[in-house]
């Protein structure tokens, strides 16, 4: 075959595509015999897959290689590998369907996929067929790779667990089906503009999707507003009927996930909102054009944004119409549409459980009342016989302010019956409570899942408690607090309805795919296994005491920072130095995750180097990667990732540092970059308020990629630190029985800022304007706060977080060391495999099988 010129420029190996579409590929049509082959042959060898990827750009894309662009080939490359799996899909569906197996239904908010090729490429084990393929072509794999813009359909942790969870799924042979909201433009595309993060929209559809199935004809229509009625049916019995005011379109769009390298394939199905009548062709004709499309508008807000801004009514109102949207859409396709006609829907728990993840879906319960009770003629008794035993709930959170409490009135006016429906479970609970626990009034008012002040609303966390079959935390940790604090009086009446699954992460994408290098090492050592099997990983422990093995380790490492380091000069002109410790925080900017502890930690290093208290030649050569988004409406956030911005600005500009201290902030954390940044770090820092991090999944990935961890004893690092051993993690801060004991004590943080000088130091500088062009009032802010309010301890925690840092720094410069526990965190942490999580979830809560 001729030398063929490779397309186009060389992109950026990151997230933003090529949106050039007229970037040509070869000069010339290639002379391959297969560029007019007949199609059909499936792509099990190279030449298969050179036919089907022409096949696909001649007749989806409408070009000839010689004219495509690397959209194109982009677009034309992952229909090829969606090709090859949608006969397996089907054929799962199939045998689904025939062995009427109970299914699991996730039901969440959020799905954080990452870029869909690579998994599907890993999945089907094609990734060498592919690459070979395409260079016949003339095209390189990596470049076309890079052309894929990631889904914009969560924010964080929530969202990727919930799509490791699926993966696990599918890989485990576990019947299941994903069901979410198609975002339009996603959570929002972070960008910095003088350090301020700006929210811009993310526009990840816009260069087209082809990972997913748009099925127009299986709409289902959502109800909203109106009134209801109460009737007499023909059987004189009295019955409530809902009257609907509007009314919208729920469009499915099916995602393929396959399982690992077994055949499977499994569902997600995500929701789009369109209108009902959509334009009004004699308003057009008037001249009111806005007016003639404004109910498309107005439907089309459901599925536009994820977790729109909920400060005003009008925000809060959009919020519980995406919750109820996509929870209807889910329940009505079920029902209608995977099981059989004439199934008894008495039995429906034999074929169904709806995982709850987190409280947004919450309000599928009283929905799901709402269709046994008025379409079906089901009885009050028989109706919740059913609906409580199709639903567990998972709570993510120990915050109070994150477990959602819809006003009535809101509810009231958007979701009537609804309403009355969670009001009639409420009686009807309340009278077990007081049955339980006779003459205690205020156990039943603390119970109720009516709240009283300071307006009257639905806590739904205790719904889905008292619907739920079972409730878990997602660490020990986690579930214990949930039992003992967040909902002990629930746990008093039903202690064996609550449990715990500590989360996990799936090995597929976060090593295999993620750290390629360092998963052939594994495989070396101890075969390939380990991927399905993750605690196989124990046995590279004695691997950890051989210095081939540990001289392999870190090669590895230096190279993962070496690919991180030209990502992010190419992505966002980030130059990372060579020979440094790399120290990472990456996760949701939010208080009780604490990045402010972490900046006081950079700014007390760079204080004592100017006050001259800490030569520069005794600085711990290190580089601190933050990347984090802050919810568009919350200033306190926002005010941190300014000021983390401005002190890098100074710092990384200092040469009296003589390149020994950066700090680098790219901007738009997300999976893609996630998958370059965890496997090159050194340390990784979790570092929450005792007590207040349900679990985390960033520590465990972290973990298994051979960073060490600093944290505090909270979620899943409790875990963590048994499993990997006290040598091999920094542990600093208070237990959580000291954080309760110091708050209610009466916690005062200004007393450490003025006992504790190293602290004084730092937090002074900041105010000297020294990071702010000499402005002494930009963060006053975020300093005030810690001074005043410091909600989640950050100063009570300082001095043991720079003790900490100093054994961080102790354990580093022993090279042998630190390889030695980095290799063992490797080995000890394979419990932390999503699959792990599955079993557990299978075992404890969905008492089902995978199929055989």
Known sequence: MPDIAQPGRTLPADESPNTDTRTYGPASTPTHPLATAPVGTPPFSVDGFVREFLHELNTNQGVTLSRSSVNDQYLALASTVKNYLMARWLETNRKTREAKVKTIGYLSAEYLLGRQLGNALLATDLNDIARQGLELCGLDLPTLRAQEVEPG????????????????????????????????????RQTFVDGRQVEQPDTWLALGSPWEFPHPEAAVRVDFGGHTETYVDDDGRERCRWIPAWN????????????????????????????????????????DYAQAVRAQTFAENISKVLYPEDSTPQGKE????????????????????????????????????????????VIAVPELMRILMDEKGFEWEEAWEVTKSCFAYTCHTLLPEALEVWSTE???????????????????????????????????????????????????????????TKVNGVAELHSQLLRDKV?????????????????????????????PKLSELITDAIGSNWVTDLERLKELEPYADDPEFQARFSEIKAWNKKRLTDLLRQRDGIDLPSGHLLDVMVKRLHEYKRQSLKLLHIVSLYERVLSGTLAVEDLTPRTVVFGAKAAPGYRMAKDTIHLINKVAKVINADERLEGRLKVAFPANYNVTLAEKLIPAADLSEQISLAGMEASGTGNMKFALNGALTIGTDDGANVEIRRLVGDKHFFLFGMSEPEVAELGAKGYTPGSYYESNPQLKAALDLILSGEFSEGDRHMFDSVVYNLLHQDRFMALADFQSYIDAQARVEAKYADEAAWTRSAILNVARTGYFSSDRSMRDYLQRIWHTTPMI
């Open 318 to 361: 959009l919020r519980l119409q995406q919750q109820y949207f996509f929870v209807a859409c889910s329940l009505r396709d079920f029902l209608d549409n995977e099981l059989e006609e004439g199934f008894d829907l008495h039995h429906l728990s034999e074929r169904i459980i709806f995982q709850l993840n987190d409280t947004h879906p």
């Open 410 to 468: 809101l509810l009231g006016r958007l979701l009537p019956r609804h309403l009355e429906i969670i009001f009639g479970i409420n009686e009807r609970f309340l009278k077990e409570v007081r049955a339980a626990f006779p003459g205690d009034e205020m156990r039943a008012r603390r119970m109720s899942m009516i709240a009283e002040y300071p307006e009257q609303g639905v806590r739904m966390a205790y719904l889905a408690t008292v619907a739920g």
């Open 487 to 515: 909902l002990p009086d629930f746990s008093q009446l039903w202690p064996d309805k609550f449990t715990n699954v500590t989360n996990g992460v799936t090995p597929r994408r976060f090593v295999r795919m993620a750290n």
């Open 248 to 287: 919208v379109l729920g469009v499915p769009y099916n995602y393929m996930v396959p399982g690992y390298l077994n055949g499977r394939v499994n569902t997600l199905r995500l929701w789009s909102a369109q209108a009902t009548k959509a334009f009004d062709l004699q308003i057009f004709n008037a001249g």
């Open 153 to 188: 359909l969560g924010n964080g942790g929530l969202g990727r667990l919930a799509a490791c969870f699926i993966d696990s799924m599918a890989t485990m042979d576990v019947p299941s089906i994903g069901y979410g909201i198609r975002y339009e433009y996603g959570i929002f």
